[in-house]
């Protein structure tokens, strides 16, 4: 499925696999991202498994990785808070 953001990629796998009867996936990913994709798939209903992709573009010890841990969890409380409202 094609989607602008991780909630719109996972609805769209998930109309795809509702209609198989299916719910356990495996999301490869950033390690950074894996905890909100991981979150945002079990808030869909799936069963939901994860596994960092071994060639992240995010290079321990640049400088560039406190960013995109700041950037995944703004983006995880977004996620929550706007699940809550």
Same mark, same amino acid.
């Not at 960092?52 to 010890?61: L, V, Y």
């Not at 950037?71 to 809550?84: D, P, S």
């Given at each position: 499925?094609?989607? %602008?953001?991780?909630? &719109?990629?996972? %609805?769209?796998? =998930?109309? /795809?696999? =509702? =209609?198989?009867?299916?719910? %356990? /996936? ?12 991981? %979150?945002?798939?079990? =808030? ?13 573009? /995010? @290079?321990?010890?640049?400088? @560039? &990785? ?20």
């Amino acid at each position: 499925t094609r989607g %602008r953001d991780t909630w &719109e990629s996972l %609805r769209g796998v =998930d109309v /795809i696999l =509702d =209609d198989r009867g299916l719910s %356990r /996936i495996l999301l490869v990913s950033d390690g950074f991202h894996l905890l909100r994709s991981e %979150r945002m798939a079990r =808030d869909l209903g799936f069963e939901a498994y994860s596994s960092a992709a071994p060639d992240s573009p /995010i @290079r321990p010890n640049t400088g @560039r &990785e406190f960013g995109f841990v700041v950037r995944e969890a703004v983006a995880l409380a977004a996620h929550v808070v706007g699940r809550l409202a």
